[in-house]
C-alpha cells in the first residue's frame, strides 16, 4: 500500500484529519466559552479517536482563537493526549477590526506572536504542523525563512506547510526555507472538483473556465507534499443535506452515492470521502463537522477508497460535472 507523503516523513499516518473550525461556539468574541463548549469539543475528539483519527487541524482566527482554547481544555484534562496525536495550526490572517478590513500577513512580526498565541490557547510546547493560511501576495520568503528557523530552533514548530498555493508559489517560497513543505491544503470535494477538470480539459476550450492552478496535482506529487482536501463532505450535499439551491448534478450524485453506499452497507459520508482517498495522491481529507455522529459515520472511508472501483469513481465524477467526458 502506498503510503501518504506525511507517513513517509514519519509525521502521520493518519488518512483522515479532524477539522477544528466548528468548536468554541460563535465567532463573536463577546460569547465566552462554556462547559457545553468544551463538553462539544470532548466529544467530537472521542468519536474522531475511536475512529482512528489522529491528526487534528486548527488556525488562529477559527471563532477567533476560541477553538484552540476549548481544544486546549480538552487536552488539559487529558494530559496523555498530546503525545498520541498530531497537531496542526495556521497563521497569516488577519480578521476585519475595526476599519481596517479583512487581509493576509506573513510578516515575521504577525507569525511569531501568532505562534505563541496558539501555544498558549491549546497549552502546548509545540506544533506538529505550521501552516501559511492564505498566500499573502506581500509575503518575503527569506523573511518567512527567518521566522520559520527561528520557530525551529526553538522547538515552537517541528514541520511546515502552506494552504491554497500554487506551484510557483511554492517553488517561491521554498528556495528560501532551509525545511521542506509538507503539506497543502486545497478545497477539494465532489462539489469541488475543478482539480481534476484542470487535468481533463488539457487542450479543451472547457479549460479557459477552469480556476484550478496549472499542474499543482502533478507537482505535489512529484515534491511529495501532502494534499490535504478541506470541505472534503460539502457541507452535506451528498450525504443526506437539502438544499434549496441544489442543482440537478447535486440531487443526481446525492442518488448515486447513496446507491453505491448501500450497496457496500455504508454511509454516504465514507463514499464521498472515498472518492477523493481513490486518487493516487493519497489525498488527506480534514473532515470539518464536529458533530459525533457524522465523525463516526466517516469510518469506512479508508476501505472504501479500496474496494472503489474506475467505473464507480468515473460514475460519481461524471454525476458531479453534470456533463459527460470531453
Request: hydrophobic content about 40%; glycine content about 8%; charged content about 25%.
Amino acid at each position: 500500500m502506498k503510503l501518504m507523503p506525511l507517513e513517509r516523513r514519519g509525521i502521520s499516518n493518519s488518512r483522515l484529519a479532524l477539522g477544528c473550525m466548528g468548536l468554541g461556539g460563535s465567532w463573536d468574541l463577546a460569547d465566552a466559552i462554556t462547559a457545553d463548549h468544551i463538553r462539544q469539543a470532548e466529544e467530537a475528539v472521542e468519536a474522531a479517536l475511536s475512529i482512528g483519527i489522529t491528526m487534528y487541524d486548527h488556525a488562529d482566527i477559527y471563532t477567533r482563537g476560541k477553538a484552540e482554547s476549548v481544544f486546549g481544555q480538552v487536552l488539559k484534562s487529558q494530559p496523555k493526549l498530546r503525545e498520541q496525536i498530531v497537531i496542526q495550526s495556521k497563521v497569516g490572517i488577519k480578521l476585519a477590526d475595526g476599519t481596517l478590513p479583512g487581509r493576509f500577513d506573513f510578516s515575521k512580526e504577525h507569525i511569531l506572536p501568532s505562534v505563541d498565541g496558539i501555544l498558549e490557547r491549546l497549552g502546548i510546547e509545540y506544533l506538529d504542523v505550521l501552516l501559511l493560511h492564505r498566500p499573502d501576495p506581500l509575503m518575503e520568503p527569506d523573511e518567512i525563512a527567518e521566522a520559520f528557523t527561528k520557530l525551529k530552533l526553538s522547538g515552537k514548530v517541528r514541520n511546515f506547510g502552506v494552504s491554497n498555493m500554487s506551484p510557483g508559489q511554492i517553488r517561491f517560497l521554498q528556495r528560501s526555507l532551509p525545511d521542506p513543505i509538507v503539506v497543502n491544503q486545497l478545497e477539494m470535494s465532489l462539489l469541488r472538483h475543478d482539480w481534476v477538470d484542470k487535468g481533463i480539459h488539457v487542450n479543451q476550450k472547457a479549460g479557459l473556465k477552469d480556476n484550478f492552478a496549472e499542474g499543482l496535482m502533478e507537482f505535489m506529487q512529484m515534491e511529495d507534499i501532502q494534499i490535504q482536501a478541506w470541505g472534503p463532505l460539502a457541507q452535506g450535499r451528498f450525504s443526506g443535506k437539502v438544499t434549496e439551491n441544489a442543482t440537478e448534478a447535486e440531487i443526481k450524485t446525492a442518488a448515486l452515492v447513496k446507491q453505491i453506499a448501500d450497496e457496500n452497507e455504508t454511509t454516504p459520508e465514507a463514499i464521498v470521502l472515498a472518492w477523493l482517498m481513490k486518487h493516487p495522491a493519497r489525498i488527506q481529507p480534514v473532515i470539518g463537522t464536529v458533530n459525533p455522529k457524522r465523525i463516526l459515520a466517516c469510518q469506512d472511508a479508508v476501505r472504501q477508497s479500496e474496494l472503489m472501483t474506475r467505473d464507480q469513481w468515473y460514475s460519481l465524477l461524471i454525476s458531479a460535472r453534470g456533463v459527460n467526458m470531453p
